[in-house]
Nanobody
Framework: QVQLVESGGGLVQAGGSLRLSCATS????????MGWSRQAPEKQRESVAH???????AYADSVKGRFTISRDNAGNTVYLQMNSLKSEDTAVYYC???????????????WGQGTQVTVSS
């Protein structure tokens, strides 16, 4: 069983910063890509940031220059540093990880439970 546990969400004023963390645990042979998505009320979930196993990154246009994704050397934890937060960043943030449970070819995407980020204007 694989688990992803997020932390670091909360309430912050516009212009402030938050750092989200997402730790993986359980039966893990290897972790490939990891990332973050978010879902605001009455909106579809959108991809925010993505990082590959060799640390290549990609960002949504709306967060470029403000958010930074990173992962620890062991590849078990992914972070999202969020600076210059705006009210439109308010959403539930979900982390994900593409994990192989054994030495086979295929990985599966696992999701965290979500953490609320609220930015007050």
């Amino acid at each position: 069983q694989v688990q992803l546990v997020e932390s670091g969400g909360g309430l912050v004023q516009a212009g402030g910063s938050l750092r989200l963390s997402c730790a993986t645990s359980g039966r893990i042979f290897s972790t490939n890509a990891m990332g973050w998505s978010r879902q605001a009320p009455e909106k579809q979930r959108e991809s925010v940031a993505h990082i590959t196993s060799d640390a290549s990154t990609a960002y949504a246009d709306s967060v470029k220059g403000r958010f930074t994704i990173s992962r620890d050397n062991a590849g078990n934890t992914v972070y999202l540093q969020m600076n210059s937060l705006k009210s439109e960043d308010t959403a539930v943030y979900y982390c994900y990880a593409d994990i192989k449970a054994d030495s086979g070819l295929y990985s599966r995407r696992y999701w965290g439970q979500g953490t609320q980020v609220t930015v007050s204007s």
